[in-house]
T-cell receptor, first 113, second 114 residues
Framework: SQQGEEDPQALSIQEGENATMNCSYK?????LQWYRQNSGRGLVHLIL?????REKHSGRLRVTLDTSKKSSSLLITASRAADTASYFC?????????????FGAGTRLAVHP | NAGVTQTPKFQVLKTGQSMTLQCAQD?????MSWYRQDPGMGLRLIHY???????DQGEVPNGYNVSRSTTEDFPLRLLSAAPSQTSVYFC?????????????FGPGTRLTVL
């Protein structure tokens, strides 16, 4: 079963606009990660936020985490056509004695010039 | 460094055939994993390994076998291919099994089972 679920499933915006994607999860986490996937490629790590952090920045990316609501958001500011990709959140899950990453279904972002 | 490499990039199989998807990494990572990606389903964990000689099942292990004889290689075997195994398969690696490590992904293998 999926731990993280992204919302919306798809998002279409114009260049220069901000894009916000949300992720909800079900159980307690140690951290949450966001990944990007360009069409036909593997996933690339964007940012990790720990459970004791509320906000984190990396360039044009801003990630927030609300552990009381079990949710996170990824904000991309001043979007560019090159930001067109699918974005996934991933949460850690501990079972069988080891940590695993559980991915959501992703948000497909299209940025139009 | 080449990072995580996967072969083949594309493969078409007939139902019942077997094959091995290859995955290798040159970063001396202890943790390696296999995911499948289906439309609208995100990535689902098939099998993972925390080091040479140690493997365990993920969410969807049925129909797949893995082994980890070296740190570098983590092949995924389809024993008897079924149409339900049509998917894109990704191999990933990270430094160790700590959940605070980012995972590095290969480019994927697109598999079609007829």
């Amino acid at each position: 079963s999926q731990q993280g679920e992204e919302d919306p499933q798809a998002l279409s915006i114009q260049e220069g606009e901000n894009a916000t994607m949300n992720c909800s999860y079900k159980t307690s986490i140690n951290n949450l990660q966001w990944y990007r996937q360009n069409s036909g490629r593997g996933l690339v790590h964007l940012i990790l936020i720990r459970s004791n952090e509320r906000e984190k920045h990396s360039g044009r990316l801003r990630v927030t985490l609300d552990t009381s609501k079990k949710s996170s958001s990824l904000l991309i500011t001043a979007s560019r056509a090159a930001d067109t990709a699918s974005y996934f959140c991933a949460t850690d899950a501990f079972s069988g004695g080891y940590n695993k990453l559980i991915f959501g279904a992703g948000t497909r972002l299209a940025v139009h010039p | 460094n080449a990072g995580v490499t996967q072969t083949p990039k594309f493969q078409v199989l007939k139902t019942g055939q077997s094959m091995t998807l290859q995955c290798a990494q040159d970063m001396n990572h202890e943790y390696m994993s296999w995911y499948r990606q289906d439309p609208g389903m995100g990535l689902r964990l098939i099998h993972y390994s925390v080091g040479a000689g140690i493997t365990d099942q993920g969410e969807v292990p049925n129909g797949y076998n893995v082994s980890r004889s070296t740190t570098e290689d983590f092949p995924l075997r389809l024993l008897s291919a079924a149409p339900s195994q049509t998917s894109v398969y990704f191999c990933a690696s990270s430094t160790d099994s700590s959940s605070y490590n980012e995972q590095f992904f290969g480019p994927g293998t697109r598999l079609t089972v007829l």
